[in-house]
């Protein structure tokens, strides 16, 4: 009887080692069975590589602070609790969630080995022109965490197909001014 009791105890708690329930896309609550969020400003910072974003151009992201055994990451746009773009391989200790349909919509962990500042993740942009920016829950531990952990919003940058960084425009002035040098020696010369 003692054994039936524990088993269905055990079977009232929630607890997702190997990563997120697709259930929490949307809301970003991991579903710890009675257990809060922290109501104090999380000690985490979403950090991202650039402040634009272009369709298929990586960005990368990187959750800075302690060190933590749980996440869930989603970008998105606006309002919508709808995850945005794909993610890129998985840094160790994750793996994709499929949210909104999208099989790479969202990473989440693995398993509860310690993640920390070096785990970076990489995010595909779709074809979008609204602002993206990301969202995190970051577990320290089962009883321990955040949501809603809010990078910088990031805006679609400009096309740049054809055109040159300021590096190159500068190395295209030196050979122009050259060139046009060249030539003027030669035709007064």
């Known amino acids: ?15 997702y080692p190997t990563g997120a329930p697709t259930g929490a896309c949307e809301d970003m609550l991991p579903r710890h069975s009675g257990v809060q969020a922290q109501t104090l400003p ?7 590589n650039t ?3 272009e369709p298929g151009r990586p960005v990368t ?3 800075t ?11 998105r746009t606006g309002s919508s609790t709808l995850a945005l773009g794909s993610w890129s391989l998985p840094p160790p200790d994750t793996r ?5 349909g999208n099989p790479q ?6 398993n509860t080995n310690l993640k920390g500042n070096s785990t970076v993740y990489t ?4 074809d979008s022109s609204s602002p993206v920016y990301f969202m995190a829950t970051v577990a320290q531990q089962r009883t321990v965490f955040w949501v809603n952990v809010k990078s910088v919003t990031l805006s679609r940058g400009k096309c740049s197909l054809g055109l040159a960084s300021n590096a190159e425009r500068a190395e295209e002035k030196r050979l122009l001014v050259f060139l046009l040098g060249f030539l003027m020696l030669h035709v007064l010369g």
């Open 123 to 126: 995010w595909i942009p779709p």
């Open 65 to 75: 602070g302690p060190e933590y055994r749980g996440v869930l990451l989603e970008a």
């Open 105 to 110: 919509g969202a990473v989440t962990h693995s």
């Open 61 to 63: 992201v990187t959750i």
């Open 96 to 100: 994709f969630l499929e949210c909104a």
């Open 51 to 53: 402040k634009t974003f």
């Open 1 to 15: 009887m003692w054994l039936f009791v524990m088993l269905q105890l055990l079977g009232l708690v929630s607890v």
């Open 42 to 48: 999380a000690p985490y910072t979403l950090l991202t």
